[in-house]
């Protein structure tokens, strides 16, 4: 009887789709989706990582901006305690953003090794001088706050190349930023450094 309905011709038309998508369900079901679904899981952690930088220098930027200038604190104990607690609020803000840096992709930061370098040389940099300017009985934050403005020269390098597809924007924005404008990021980054005082951690000195 499973001979004659296996020769039969209907039969066999009903059959064979039936038997593919049993099959085919069971390829995607068990081996395919779980790559895809282990390939968008680690899309939305890098993109999210991405963000946490980004947000990490905006929020760095923002409070050096609002610091009390040292004119300002100088001889009143009270401000001078607020000021310390501004800076020590920013050393968090800078600890908590190398951090973020640390935890980028590997296969981007290893592309865009240069300018990691040079922004964590620049992160660092400020880091010390808030921790050392906060330090002293009457706090010297002039220089650390002059270097604010620099640090948005690093931040829009990192935004302008979170290459992540699933977050982008249009091909040809991204085309345009990588041929036109990547330079023009580095520029700023180096302009940055000197301004500070700063050697360029990637290119020697001659």
């Known amino acids: 009887m499973l001979d004659d309905f296996l020769n039969d011709p ?25 790559v895809l679904e282990a390939r968008k ?22 409070l050096m901006a609002a610091m009390l200038d040292d004119a ?21 803000a800078s600890q908590e953003l190398i951090a973020a840096v640390s935890r980028l992709p590997s296969g981007w930061v290893e592309r865009h090794s240069a300018h990691v370098a040079r922004a964590m040389h620049y992160v660092g940099f400020v880091r010390g001088l808030l921790v050392v300017g906060a330090s002293k009985p009457e706090p010297a934050m002039a220089y650390a706050r002059s ?4 640090l948005s020269s690093f931040d829009a390098y990192f935004v302008a190349f979170a290459t ?6 249009a091909w040809y924005r991204r085309s345009f930023s990588r041929r036109f404008m990547r330079s023009d990021y ?17 290119t020697p000195a001659a």
């Open 10 to 34: 209907l039969a066999r038309a009903f059959l064979v789709p039936v038997v593919a998508a049993i099959l085919t369900t069971a390829v995607v079901e068990y081996f395919a989706k779980p």
């Open 41 to 62: 899981a680690r899309l939305l952690r890098d993109r999210q990582q991405f963000d946490e930088v980004v947000f990490g220098f905006q929020k760095l930027v923002l």
């Open 72 to 92: 300002t604190s100088r001889g009143s104990a009270e401000l001078t305690a607020v000021q310390k607690q501004q800076a020590a609020d920013a050393t968090q």
């Open 147 to 150: 270097l604010a403005a620099g």
């Open 164 to 169: 992540l597809r699933d977050s982008q924007p």
């Open 186 to 202: 580095e520029h700023d980054a180096l302009v940055a450094l000197r301004e500070a005082g700063l050697t360029d951690p990637v």
